[in-house]
């Protein structure tokens, strides 16, 4: 049964190509891909440059002691903000050759990373790549294999189940987590149809997750086993979903020219941020 909302409203505009957002310490955090620069908007206030990543930032997430870390796409690293600047935690440069993407940190630090797979900016055609574990420490693993552009990702709030959005694969792709991290028993989350793609994805305080797909030009709301709750069409392609808020009510839907050059989303600036209210909230943070 689908269930109507709000229509979406500007939160920012003025962006190449917006990321990543995520819900951090009071303020909304994004990657703007080709300005180069993580952003972190406070309410009421104007966005601020957090730090500027050559390589172009992507996947965003925290450590346990509250350091920011960043997937660099283009030369495949992950970076650690400190206090005197950038360092690199990890080369993953050896393990994938195509540009990596989104991120997701779980409570131990563990980072869960995406990469393309493939050279898309080519038109290339897709096949399978892997989704890889890095440690606090530095330590490449293989996660999982045989993924279709691995994206956006969550966890439940128990840190139990690892959710990943196989953008080519049309699915949402659920494993097991064991307390070392590593994943196992994968099965479908919920199988997607018709011109619906998983880029970024949130998790709800329901178990459901919103889904930005670009391709249909809409964020979604879906449940395991594939039920859509909640469909809102978007005036461009919808890029990642981000749920936050002083009260987790707050959707904020990244969106942009997904299908054009670098160089063209610098000049049109077309990228935005939207929000709207929703009924549940984000899920609590895995412990």
């Known amino acids: 049964m689908m269930h109507d909302l709000p229509p979406l409203e500007i939160c920012l505009a003025g962006l190449a190509y917006v990321e990543s957002p995520r819900w951090h310490d009071g303020a909304l955090w994004f990657s703007d891909f080709y300005t180069r620069q993580v952003m972190r908007l406070l309410p009421g206030r104007s966005p601020e440059v957090v730090c500027e990543v050559p390589g172009r930032p992507s996947g965003l997430g925290w450590l346990p002691d509250g350091r920011l870390l960043v997937v660099s796409m283009n030369d495949r690293r992950l970076l650690r ?5 950038l360092v690199t935690v990890a080369d993953m440069s050896l393990h994938v050759p195509d540009p990596c993407n989104d991120m997701l940190v779980d409570p131990r630090g563990r980072a869960y990373i995406g990469n393309f797979g493939f050279d898309l900016q080519g038109h290339a055609p897709p096949v399978p790549t892997v989704l890889l574990m890095v440690t606090p420490a530095g330590e490449v693993s293989v996660a999982a294999e045989d993924v279709l552009f691995p994206n956006g990702t969550v966890l439940t709030p128990d840190g139990s189940t690892l959710i990943v959005a196989e953008t080519f694969g049309q699915c949402l792709t659920a494993f097991d987590v064991a307390v070392d991290g590593k994943l196992s028993n994968r099965r479908v989350w919920a199988k997607l149809s018709g011109r619906v793609v998983a880029d970024g994805i949130c998790l709800d305080a329901e178990g459901a997750i919103w889904i930005a797909s670009p391709v249909s030009r809409e964020v ?9 709750t909640h469909r809102i069409a978007t005036e461009d392609e919808a890029i990642a979903c981000a749920l936050g808020g002083e ?15 670098p160089e063209q989303s610098l000049a049109a600036r077309t990228g935005k941020i939207w929000q709207l209210k929703v009924d549940v909230p984000a899920a609590p943070h895995p412990l």
Do not use: H
């Open 81 to 85: 903000l400190d206090p005197q600047g």
């Open 220 to 228: 979604l709301r879906v449940k395991e086993g594939g039920e859509l």
């Open 247 to 261: 009260d987790g009510r707050s959707l904020f839907v990244c969106t942009g020219s997904v299908f054009v050059t």
